[in-house]
């Protein structure tokens, strides 16, 4: 699979424990990703749908203008997919950093 999410959809907005992103891949192909943890705008974490994949997206201000990101994938048993291989995730940090200067 190429790396890269083409597009998501949230089941409701705004987002909160339990929201269900459906997220589609380069090669047409879609995962589903549920809110398992939020934490005051400065974290939030999923888990994909169906196995033991958890994304980890956590913010921390570096400036009024600014703010340091860090993502973490874990999986609590089995292998990290493709999907969330270190080229990909490269490639969709880069995506992500894209559009948010582009702002």
């Not at 913010?59 to 969330?84: A, H, N, Q, W």
């Amino acid at each position: 699979m190429g790396g890269g999410v083409v597009q998501e959809i949230a089941s409701e907005k705004p987002s909160k424990i339990g929201t269900i992103y459906r997220s589609q891949g380069n090669d047409g192909s879609w995962i589903e990703l549920e809110i398992t943890d939020i934490k005051n705008g400065r974290m939030f974490e999923m888990r994909k749908s169906g196995d033991t994949h958890y994304i980890k997206y956590t913010f921390t201000p570096k400036s009024d203008m600014g703010c340091e990101l860090e993502y973490t994938v874990r999986v609590d048993d089995g292998d990290i997919s493709e999907r969330f291989s270190s080229e990909n995730i490269i490639k969709i940090l880069a995506k992500l950093k894209y559009v948010v200067e582009m702002q």
